[in-house]
């Protein structure tokens, strides 16, 4: 009897641990091929802000179903809790999902959220940004951000702190309308790598400080924010010569510019003429009332006898430099004998250090999209988690493969029908070349950049010419940095600024200002005609 009960605990428990850690003979924790509706395997979050509805519908073209975002400008949140926690540490793990961005992405994520296992009480209907995910993986677009992402949450063992971790350098968002697959590749030997369509676009390591930002290992020392840079330290480098004297023949006052004397009247020159007239072939509308609109007065239009004169009006010499100009005195500057260097803190231990084999990685127990769109028509499909890198590849090679064949097929007639108004074949070539070039390492402080120019140049075909320019001169001027190194830049303390507004348009003070100019303006005045100088 005793022997019985054991063995019947002993089949309860391995049962129980089956249940947890299942898996398919192919290492195949899950496999979201949504041919069945969604609806009772996965929870649409019931919180008040994510009211995007998501649909159970075909992909465009295909019989194949998949999770679909069918409003625009919504936040949406759905989750699917796994059979049992996921851990990452035991062994290769391989995520790995297909998104198709129906009708592009402006602006929006597309990425999945692997959640790990949450506090007592938390239901799936409560899903929302505030809930606690071990991974982060997929594309993300908008404005400058162009990227798809992988976050690593790493818990510190020392702070118990929970930082996120972002992949440097990471591969760019697929610009068209075709359905993609997105891989990563866990490796136990601490190795990440990033696959788009089944070809590796990023390979890191996740203790390098190269690969994340920040680093998982945090530094040894930190400064000391109890530290004080003395008051007598000096960090100026260079100091005016006290003992420099100005020269007594330095005219300050001398302006820059003076009359060129040697200058003589063209001519021909019509002194008595004016630049404008009034039109002679204008005359005073009908409804117009003195007493009301006051005294009407002729347009200005230029006067025809100086398009053929070298100019009109009272004569004046032009101006040239000065000779004699120097401008303010300043003595020159030399070594300071007092300098000491920038000051920095002293370097402290961090109370914040560790060292580890592995990535403190949390088991995952749900996976969940919480995204936020400007776009509709984001279809979700073959949602993979897996322990064998070889079923990935298969069920891309089945799944994805075929449909993005046939989508790309579908496109290519597309752009030959559509002639100029669509990108030429070339160009289509030219612009995923320049998409690789923008993920290449050393250009990733320039990445928003190149991405911007490139999707200009795909929405306007006749600008190509001039995106290649424009990207060769940025390749060119980092090239020249890394070579013969910048120069540094020199500090300057800005005066605090009423407002500022992107793309350089000014700020809304100078608008408003330049807005009332307009407005003092009459209208339909002529535009004034330059006074025409001998140079």
């Keep these: 009897m005793g022997r019985s009960l054991a063995l019947l605990l002993l089949l309860a428990f391995a049962s129980l641990q089956h249940l947890c850690f299942a898996a398919d003979d192919d290492g195949t924790i899950l496999h979201e091929t949504f041919d069945e509706t969604f609806e009772g395997r996965w ?40 059979d049992g926690p996921v851990d990452l540490k035991d062994g290769t793990t391989v995520i790995q999902f297909e998104t198709r961005l ?35 993986f997929g594309p993300d677009k908008c404005g400058a951000t162009n990227k798809v992402h992988f976050i690593l949450k790493h818990k510190n063992p020392k702070s118990g702190e929970y930082v996120e971790h972002h992949l440097k350098n990471p591969p760019s968002v697929p610009s068209d309308k075709l359905t993609h697959v997105y ?80 200058a003589v009247k063209p001519e021909g020159w019509l002194d008595d003429e004016p630049e404008e007239i009034d039109d002679p072939d204008a005359t005073k509308p009908e409804d117009w009332d003195d007493e009301e609109d006051g005294e009407w007065e002729a347009p200005k239009i230029e006067n025809p006898k100086c398009e053929t004169a070298p100019g009109c009006g009272e004569w004046k010499r032009p101006m040239k430099r000065n000779p004699a100009y120097k401008g303010k005195w300043h003595p020159p500057l030399i070594d300071n004998p007092n300098y000491k260097g920038i000051w920095k803190p002293h370097e402290i231990p961090n109370p914040n250090y560790f060292e580890l084999d592995k990535p403190n990685f949390e088991p995952v127990a749900a996976v969940g999209i919480e995204i936020w769109t400007m776009q509709d028509g984001i279809l979700f499909d073959n949602i993979l988690i897996t322990k064998d890198e070889e079923a990935a590849e298969s069920i891309r090679d089945t799944t994805w493969q075929p449909k993005f064949e046939i989508e790309k097929e579908k496109q290519k007639v597309e752009d030959e029908a559509a002639g100029t108004d669509g990108l030429a074949g070339y160009q289509k070539k030219f612009f995923d070349i320049l998409y690789k070039v923008a993920d290449i390492p050393f250009l990733g402080e320039y990445k928003p950049k190149i991405i911007d120019l490139i999707e200009k140049g795909e929405t306007q075909p006749n600008l190509t010419i001039g995106v290649l320019g424009s990207v060769v001169v940025i390749i060119v001027t980092i090239v020249f940095k890394i070579l013969f190194g910048g120069k540094k830049q020199v500090r300057v303390e800005k005066k605090p600024e009423v407002s500022e507004t992107s793309n350089d348009q000014g700020s809304s003070g100078e608008k408003t200002e330049e807005k009332e100019k307009e407005e003092e303006e009459p209208a339909g005045a002529p535009r004034q005609r330059a006074t025409r100088r001998e140079n």
């Design 102 to 136: 129906q009708n592009g992405l402006e602006c929006g994520g597309a990425y999945l959220k692997y959640l790990r296992v949450q506090e007592a009480g938390w239901k799936p209907k409560e899903f929302d940004n505030e809930s606690p995910y071990s991974i982060m």
């Design 43 to 82: 929870i649409v979050s019931e919180k008040e802000d994510y009211n995007g509805v998501w649909k159970h519908e075909k992909s465009e073209g295909h019989d194949d179903y998949g999770l679909l975002v069918s409003e625009k400008a919504r936040k949406y949140a759905i989750v699917k809790e796994l």
């Design 183 to 262: 891989t990563a590749i866990i490796k136990p030997d601490n190795e990440l790598r990033i696959l788009v369509d089944d070809e590796e676009k990023k390979k890191a390591n996740f203790f390098s400080a190269e690969d994340f930002e920040p680093p998982l290992i945090p530094s040894k020392t930190i400064p000391d924010p109890d530290d004080k840079k003395p008051e007598d330290w000096d960090e100026r480098a260079k100091i005016p010569d006290p003992d420099a004297v100005k020269p007594d023949d330095w005219d300050e006052d001398a302006p820059m510019e003076i009359e060129d004397e040697d």
